[in-house]
């Protein structure tokens, strides 16, 4: 008997995506308004957003926050978004809402963002701009491959033993051969910077968690914001339904999908 192909199960997809934490949909909203705020020619959304090294100075340096939020066309914000999702919503449901804006809004784009600046003003004297979220992808890959080294360091393909920290690599190197136009270097610099973050270097970069809870209970997150994770990991805002075992196989995001361009991908 042949074995049945999976099949698409709408109810299944919707019931995740209400499962999704609020700094989640956040980020998926923005990023397909913007495709959307792309369309028209009255703004040019992706020259305003992306980071060109030449263009990048002390009255733009805002392009080092919004280049993970514009895309080239919709099929790079589809490939980014799929890829993105279940990251990023794991990351939210370990250390928080709070957490996860500060540290997406703040050090886990700008420091990508500036490394690229500095290899690709200073050492390779080029201009080559990029975009998209998958420069995230990038960071977050990392940074699962970090957790994954520590219960497993290694895995076997035949006689041979991998770290386990080298799969994000492997996969940037796949899609970069597989993808054209997807750069290779921004991706490079988000994996660097989510194997520090992996490794306990950059915790000093979170804002620290007794302020955050003085912040939630004085706001009252938890009783206004649908979906919201508190910062002890534990608590979930009203109506939020986030699940509450381990996350399956099904939860990972596929490397098939780091796609970017340069347009980035990164």
Not at 208 to 221: D, F, G, Q, Y
Request: glycine residues 8%; aromatic residues 10%; charged residues 10%.
């Amino acid at each position: 008997m042949a074995p049945s192909m999976p099949q698409f199960n709408p109810a299944r997809m919707r019931s995740y995506v209400f499962r999704l934490p609020l700094f989640t949909r956040l980020v998926l909203l923005i990023v397909a308004v913007s495709w959307i705020v792309g369309i028209q020619s009255m703004w040019d959304i992706v020259q305003w957003g992306a980071l060109i090294p030449k263009d990048v100075g002390l009255t733009t340096t805002y392009r080092l926050n919004t280049f993970p939020l514009v895309h080239v066309n919709f099929l790079h914000a589809l490939i980014n978004l799929l890829a993105l999702a279940p990251l990023l919503e794991r990351f939210e449901a370990d250390h928080g809402t709070l957490v996860t804006l500060a540290l997406f809004f703040g050090p886990l784009s700008t420091l990508p963002g500036v490394m690229y600046l500095l290899v690709e003003r200073a050492i390779l004297r080029g201009n080559t701009t990029i975009m998209g979220a998958s420069v995230w992808v990038s960071v977050l890959l990392a940074i699962e491959a970090m957790k994954a080294y520590r219960s497993n360091p290694n895995f076997s393909i035949g006689p041979y033993k991998i770290p386990t920290w080298t799969t994000p690599l492997v996969a940037l190197l796949v899609v970069t051969f597989l993808i054209p136009n997807t750069s290779l270097l921004g991706h490079l610099c988000g994996a660097a910077v989510g194997y520090l973050f992996g490794l306990g270097y950059m915790k000093f970069l979170a804002p620290p968690e007794k302020i955050l809870r003085w912040v939630e209970r004085k706001m009252n997150l938890l009783g206004r914001l649908p979906h919201y994770v508190s910062v002890d990991q534990k608590t979930y805002g009203r109506y939020g339904v986030l699940p509450t075992t381990a996350p399956t196989a099904e939860g990972g995001a596929p490397l098939a999908f780091m796609g970017s361009s340069q347009r980035l991908g990164p």
